[in-house]
């Protein structure tokens, strides 16, 4: 497995995403999948299966769907590393620029004995054990695209499967447990007040929105922290102990600021 593609399609000066390589982990632990939701030209949801030290991906349009009956167009694109799995953030420029969110992850395990066969092939069937996505899956690639790059993700049918508009019923991160919005607003809001990565059509118009929302809510924040900053200035509290003060969600997005400011400098 090579992640040549996805080196090419980068500049590591200037995207926050994790860099090409390749982890090779002990053979008997379980493998990981998750799937973060896109918003960059385009909404999409990043299917990926960890496989040889790479995880394997395809672009779902629609996301994934509970319901058997429901066919989900998949593209296969460029395996992304391992360490890929976990980020959540936002891409300023370039290719894939937008805001990732990690919207769910857990364990895979093939359904088929020999993977790079299946994928030959064409037909890959596996269980999930995600918070969202549970039970039996498969991956069958399609003749509808030329290039061959086309699969259908579907759900079959189990105790796991359902009529529920899953993308709908649970649509934040399993990370931070929050929206595009805030996501962004952790960030920074202000990087697409102009440029933005999306402008035409319904995905245009979210991302407009979003970095309305995003803007409004560090406002708020910056507003609503600025008494309680002074505060802690004045009891000589360490950004660690705020960081960590702060707890769950709000200390997560916190540390995630930090981090944000620690990358810029570096740059
Ligand atoms: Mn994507």
């Known amino acids: ?37 896109h918003l960059a030209s385009h909404l ?15 672009a779902v349009p629609k996301g994934p769907s509970l319901d058997p009956s429901v066919k989900r167009l998949a593209m296969h694109v460029e395996d992304h590393p391992l360490d890929y799995g976990e980020f959540e953030g ?5 290719y894939g620029a937008g805001i990732v969110m990690l919207w769910d992850h857990g364990t895979w395990e093939p359904e088929v004995g020999d993977v ?23 991956l069958v690639r399609t003749r ?11 759900k079959h049918r189990d105790e796991w499967a359902g009529p529920v508009n899953i993308t709908e019923f649970a649509p934040l991160s399993v990370k931070s447990n929050g929206n595009f919005e805030d996501i962004l607003a952790a960030d ?27 803007l409004a809510l560090k406002a708020e924040r910056d507003k609503g922290t600025r008494g309680a900053a002074h505060a802690r200035r004045a009891s000589g509290a360490t950004r660690a102990k705020r960081t960590q003060g702060a707890g769950g969600i709000r200390g997560a997005r916190a540390a995630g600021r930090a981090r944000a400011g620690h990358r810029r400098k570096r740059r």
């Open 1 to 37: 497995m090579s992640l040549d593609q996805y080196r090419a399609k980068r500049d590591f000066t200037k995207t926050p995403e994790p860099p090409p390589r390749v982890t090779k982990r002990p053979a008997g632990r379980r493998l990981f999948f998750c799937v973060q939701k």
């Open 44 to 58: 999409h949801y990043d299917f990926r299966l960890e496989h040889s030290g790479v995880l394997l991906s395809w």
């Open 144 to 154: 509808r695209y030329g290039d061959n790059r086309g699969w259908l993700l579907i």
């Open 116 to 138: 790079d066969e299946a994928l030959r092939t064409g037909d890959l069937k596996f269980q999930l054990d995600g918070y969202k996505l549970k039970g039996s899956w498969v």
């Open 188 to 214: 920074n809001p202000a990087i697409w007040t102009s440029n933005r990565p999306a402008t035409g059509g319904e995905t245009g118009a979210m991302l407009q929105k979003v970095v309305e929302r995003a």
């Open 90 to 94: 936002v891409i300023p420029e370039g």
